[in-house]
């Protein structure tokens, strides 16, 4: 059979070619045809950007590629690490010389303006902290959170805003985050690839960088401006009232221990260091911290700072071993950052053994709330303790809580103060001598309400007395002490 073939002719091809195409259409299919394809939705245009937008980014790629290679000349010709050192004015304005000599040399028909916004962004890499320096100029910013190269927000008076200031790539911002922790021995690595440390003017940073987060590294910087705020500047914001100041002050002065409460931005940090102010100059005060932002005004005052473990994981000093050796140092006062730990355990203690007037800041939402966060932190310490045993050392240890809050639209305020009576049963009895009533929300979208005095008398008045501390009896008359502006 397949001895033989048979040479395909001309109409077997005519033939194969009438089997292979469809039959003609006749004019109602043509007819349907016409009528789907006109109720078809069109198809979408691909998008295409404006010649504008790509003139701009060709001008934003050729800014980065010019400012790379002058910064690389500019290390070429100096000692940078000298330079870094040496940070004067003078030495600035001599590397701004030389920048804009550089940009002559490199791009000539740059503006005056360019070439000044160029000097001064690889000024700004070469002395400090890059794209960062423009936003810890702002004296409004409280918060900077990075999320990855190109996402950069800022909290300015409560309210988070995206920012048009972005870094090169990660590797860009993980040396940004390099020459933050790098003076404080510290690291953050794919080894230890999370680190807490801290700016020049004491404002906190968080860092975390791949494969921690997943969408590159995260940079979080909590602010402390120059002119740290007063207790004048919680008056005048409204944040507390001046009777509530003069209560404080005189707790301060007597050696009661207190506990700042709060969430996370609720302003602990800065209340901690605000009561801190009243204790008296010739007192010795140890400080203890993860990572040291208070900033006590005393003459004597040892501050002490957790280390993180070693490349091979030894030599890590916790919170709770400086509190241990705070107890050998002779301190009249304890001032530790946060307890958030085992720790507690050992403040209490502390607390509990001669060492009046501590104080202290613990993440709890609410008065009510600090007794079960203790409870929990205690546990962490690793014994054993009945709820019972864990709620007596408290109720002995601590005299007052200040709760802190942040409120509905970004307003910071003392929401209570509160006195720690001690027990009945098994549970812990309190009492608010002031506290924040919210009446509602402003037209601003920020909550306001009133700051009153509950009528309540401390049993601890006689002790403050005795201190010398100036006890006005009108403190504590039941009455509203300051509203907010509608």
């Known amino acids: 059979m397949g001895l033989f073939t048979r040479k395909p002719t001309t109409d077997d091809a005519a033939s194969a070619t009438a089997l292979a195409s469809p039959p003609p259409e006749t004019p109602v299919e043509r007819a349907k045809d016409a009528s789907a394809k006109a109720l078809a939705p069109p198809k979408p245009a691909l998008p295409t950007r404006p010649r504008s937008e790509l003139v701009v980014d060709e001008r934003a790629r050729r800014f980065q590629e010019l400012k790379t290679e002058i910064h690389r000349k500019l290390v070429d010709q100096l000692d940078m690490t000298k330079l870094a050192q040496n940070a004067n004015e003078e030495i600035r304005e001599q590397v701004r010389q030389l920048v804009s000599a550089l940009c002559d040399e490199a791009d000539s028909l740059m503006s005056y303006t360019e070439r000044q916004h160029l000097a001064q962004e690889i000024l700004d890499e070469t002395f400090g902290l890059g794209p960062l320096e423009a936003l810890l100029a702002d004296m409004h910013v409280s918060d900077i959170l990075i999320n990855g190269p190109g996402h950069v927000y800022v909290e300015r008076g409560g309210q988070l805003t995206l920012t048009d200031v972005k870094f090169k790539d990660n590797g860009h911002l993980l040396h940004i985050i390099d020459k933050i922790v790098a003076p404080l021995g510290r690291r953050c690595d794919e080894t230890c690839p999370m680190v807490d440390a801290r700016l020049k003017d004491g404002s906190r940073v968080n860092a975390i960088i791949p494969p921690l987060a997943i969408d590159g590294p995260a940079l979080s910087i909590r602010r402390f401006g120059k002119d740290p705020i007063t207790w004048d500047d919680y008056i005048r914001f409204r944040s507390c009232a001046p009777e509530m100041v003069e209560f404080l002050r005189a707790c301060v002065l007597s050696g009661l221990n207190i506990l700042i409460a709060g969430g996370t931005g609720s302003g602990k940090t800065t209340l901690l260091n605000n009561l801190s102010a009243f204790i008296p100059e010739d007192e010795r005060i ?182 010398g501390a100036a006890v006005d009896n009108e403190w504590f008359t039941a009455r509203d002490l300051m509203a907010d502006e509608e």
């Open 286 to 467: 140890v400080t203890v911290e993860d990572a040291a932002e208070l900033q006590l005004r005393q003459p004597h005052v040892v501050r002490l700072e957790t280390r993180p473990a070693n490349i091979e994981g030894k030599g890590r000093i916790t919170i709770r071993d400086l509190i241990i050796n705070t107890l050998r140092m002779r301190p009249d006062r304890i001032v530790v950052g946060e307890c958030r730990g085992g720790e507690t355990l050992d403040m209490l203690q502390a607390m509990n053994t001669g060492h009046e007037g501590s104080l202290t800041t613990i993440h709890a939402n609410s008065t009510r709330d600090v007794v079960q966060r203790i409870e929990t932190m205690v546990m962490m310490a690793g014994f054993e303790l009945p709820s019972r045993a864990i709620r007596q050392q408290f109720a002995s240890a601590v005299s007052i809580i200040v709760q802190a809050a942040r409120l509905t639209g970004g307003p910071r305020k003392i929401i209570a103060i509160t006195e720690v009576q001690g027990m009945e049963g098994d549970v812990v009895t309190m009492q608010d001598i002031f506290r924040f009533e919210q009446d509602g929300v402003n037209a601003a979208g920020k909550a306001c309400g009133r700051l009153v005095a509950t009528g309540v008398r401390p049993s601890f008045v006689e002790r403050l007395k005795s201190h």
